[in-house]
């Protein structure tokens, strides 16, 4: 019969007697809090590097009971196929880490249910704080999270009971919505109205970006028909299938087109490809969002980059300083020519 040995685990008193140091500097190494003890960073890197040589896994329960704190930091995100919400992922992680801070990251597919679900598990782990990216009813997760104290941020689109840091999307819309008419009136000779396309108007977003259109256009004394407003989602397919029905197999005289994401123009650029609308046919283009790729799809096409460096430190400013105060954030865009 073969023996099996139960190998014990390192214990923080084991490393207290491996290195010289206390239990409870070790302790405060090991979870990050060393700089607040006013340990130099010499020692915690050498009693890190010991920990890792004899295999120490800190308990991270036993230490969340300890300090009520675990150092969790939650996101949920709407899409991870779109440049925008993963570069705000990616900034994400990196700008928690650099706290000691360990990131969740999910995606809920702009599902009402799934966003709350993911809360909800979230919650259970204890995470210090949950930030709401792109959430459909921020409200709702915001009351969710009260009931057990942990604070949220919304990101992207707003709330009414937690801060919210957005992108300044009225000003965005209307500097891009002036570009585009700027490159119509070169080319065409006239001043007429463009196509709105994408989006859901119960959107805040949505709402903000196609008030600076209709304001860029009245600011040329021009009147926007509804007509020319097809909000119906931001799928590709669904964005297809909309300027199919609108359009049919007509003759078509397009002044320019503001498109509200880059989800959106796949469904605009693949519709003007159908249509053969593509090279010197292609009319003006213009996109609240930003992809380095879209300049090869045609040309004429403008873009808004939102500054998500600047969206991320606005929300650790906020954490860092514990803030729980209402108030909205907006980050002024950049527009891509």
Same mark, same amino acid.
């Given at each position: 019969?073969?023996?099996?040995?139960?190998?014990?685990?390192?214990?923080?008193?084991?490393?207290?007697?491996?290195?010289?140091?206390?239990?409870?500097?070790?302790?405060?190494?090991?979870?990050?809090?060393?700089?607040?003890?006013?340990?130099?960073?010499?020692?915690?890197?050498?009693?890190?590097?010991?920990?890792?040589?004899?295999?120490?896994?800190?308990?991270?329960?036993?230490?969340?009971?300890?300090?009520?704190?675990?150092?969790?930091?939650?996101?949920?995100?709407?899409?991870? $196929?779109?440049?925008?919400?993963?570069?705000?992922?990616?900034?994400?992680?990196?700008?928690?880490?650099?706290?000691?801070?360990?990131?969740?990251?999910?995606?809920?597919?702009?599902?009402?249910?799934?966003?709350?679900?993911?809360?909800?598990?979230?919650?259970?782990?204890?995470?210090?704080?949950?930030?709401?990216?792109?959430?459909?009813?921020?409200?709702? /997760?915001?009351?969710?999270?009260?009931?057990?104290?942990?604070?949220?941020?919304?990101?992207?689109?707003?709330?009414?009971?937690?801060?919210?840091? /957005?992108?300044?999307?009225? $000003?965005?819309?209307?500097?891009?919505?002036?570009?585009?008419?700027?490159?119509?009136?070169?080319?065409?000779?006239?001043?007429?109205?463009?196509?709105? /396309?994408?989006?859901?108007?119960?959107? *805040?977003?949505?709402?903000?970006?196609?008030?600076?259109?209709?304001?860029? *256009?009245?600011?040329?004394?021009?009147?926007?028909?509804?007509?020319?407003?097809?909000?119906?989602?931001?799928?590709?397919?669904?964005?297809?299938?909309?300027?199919?029905? /609108?359009?049919?197999?007509?003759?078509? *005289?397009?002044?320019?087109?503001?498109?509200?994401?880059?989800?959106?123009?796949?469904?605009?650029?693949?519709?003007?490809?159908?249509?053969?609308?593509?090279?010197?046919?292609?009319?003006?283009?213009?996109?609240?969002?930003?992809?380095?790729?879209?300049?090869?799809?045609? *040309?004429?096409?403008?873009?808004?980059?939102?500054?998500?460096?600047?969206?991320?430190?606005?929300?650790?400013?906020?954490? $860092?300083?514990?803030?729980?105060?209402?108030?909205?954030?907006?980050?002024?865009?950049?527009?891509?020519?």
């Amino acid at each position: 019969m073969t023996k099996i040995e139960k190998i014990k685990k390192t214990t923080i008193y084991d490393l207290a007697k491996l290195t010289g140091v206390s239990a409870s500097a070790i302790s405060a190494i090991l979870n990050g809090t060393w700089e607040k003890r006013r340990i130099s960073k010499k020692l915690a890197e050498k009693v890190t590097k010991i920990a890792e040589e004899q295999g120490y896994e800190l308990n991270r329960q036993a230490s969340l009971l300890r300090s009520k704190k675990s150092n969790v930091i939650g996101m949920l995100v709407p899409k991870y $196929d779109n440049r925008y919400f993963g570069s705000i992922a990616e900034r994400f992680e990196e700008m928690a880490r650099e706290r000691n801070m360990l990131p969740i990251i999910t995606c809920t597919r702009r599902d009402p249910k799934l966003e709350l679900e993911a809360a909800r598990v979230m919650l259970s782990w204890q995470v210090d704080w949950i930030i709401a990216t792109g959430a459909t009813f921020p409200d709702k /997760i915001a009351k969710l999270c009260q009931k057990v104290g942990v604070p949220v941020i919304n990101l992207d689109l707003p709330g009414t009971l937690a801060p919210s840091v /957005i992108s300044d999307n009225y $000003d965005g819309a209307k500097k891009l919505t002036e570009n585009i008419l700027t490159q119509s009136i070169s080319l065409y000779g006239t001043v007429q109205p463009l196509y709105f /396309i994408g989006g859901r108007k119960t959107d *805040h977003n949505t709402t903000e970006r196609l008030k600076g259109f209709i304001d860029a *256009h009245a600011a040329l004394g021009i009147n926007v028909p509804e007509e020319n407003l097809l909000i119906r989602g931001y799928s590709m397919g669904n964005i297809t299938l909309t300027l199919e029905e /609108i359009f049919g197999d007509d003759d078509i *005289h397009l002044p320019g087109i503001f498109v509200n994401s880059t989800i959106s123009l796949e469904g605009v650029v693949k519709w003007l490809t159908q249509r053969n609308l593509t090279g010197e046919k292609q009319p003006p283009l213009g996109c609240f969002d930003w992809d380095p790729f879209a300049s090869l799809l045609g *040309h004429n096409i403008s873009m808004v980059r939102q500054d998500v460096p600047a969206m991320l430190d606005a929300v650790f400013e906020i954490i $860092d300083n514990k803030e729980t105060a209402l108030k909205t954030v907006e980050i002024p865009p950049v527009l891509i020519k």
